[in-house]
């Protein structure tokens, strides 16, 4: 069974820096992009940022120039740093992954989700 098991988050001030870590298990053909997305109360869920398998990035507009994805194919991880963090970057923030699973008739490409993990952002 593949599941997305993500760590990281909490509390932390603005300013400051927080680091989430997602690792991809189970038994899969190929793992394609992987990232972050974030939903706040009363909004909807957003790109946070994405990397493909070749670790071309793309980052949310609030974002750009303050976190950085990055991924370890061999782990199967993807790292979301987060820096000069702002209570507006409170949400909880959800694994999200592209992967390929064979079976008996073939293979099957899916989104997964993690279970989410809250950021809170203090100012």
């Known amino acids: 069974q593949v599941q997305l098991v993500e760590s990281g988050g909490g509390l932390q001030q603005a300013g400051e820096s927080l680091r989430l870590s997602c690792e991809a298990s189970?038994?899969?053909?190929?793992?394609?992009?992987m990232g972050w997305y974030r939903e706040a109360p009363g909004k909807q869920r957003e790109l946070v940022a994405t990397?493909?398998?070749?670790?071309?990035?793309n980052y949310g507009d609030d974002v750009k120039g303050r976190f950085t994805i990055s991924r370890d194919n061999a782990k199967k991880t993807v790292n979301l740093q987060m820096n000069s963090l702002k209570p507006e970057d409170t949400a909880v923030y959800y694994c999200?992954?592209?992967?390929?699973?064979?079976?008996?008739?073939?293979?099957?490409?899916?989104?997964?989700w993690g279970q989410g993990t809250q950021v809170t952002v203090s100012s």
């Open positions: 189970g038994r899969m053909t190929s793992l394609g992009k």
């Open positions: 999200y992954a592209v992967i390929t699973t064979s079976h008996d008739h073939g293979v099957r490409t899916n989104e997964y």
């Open positions: 990397t493909s398998t070749y670790s071309s990035a």
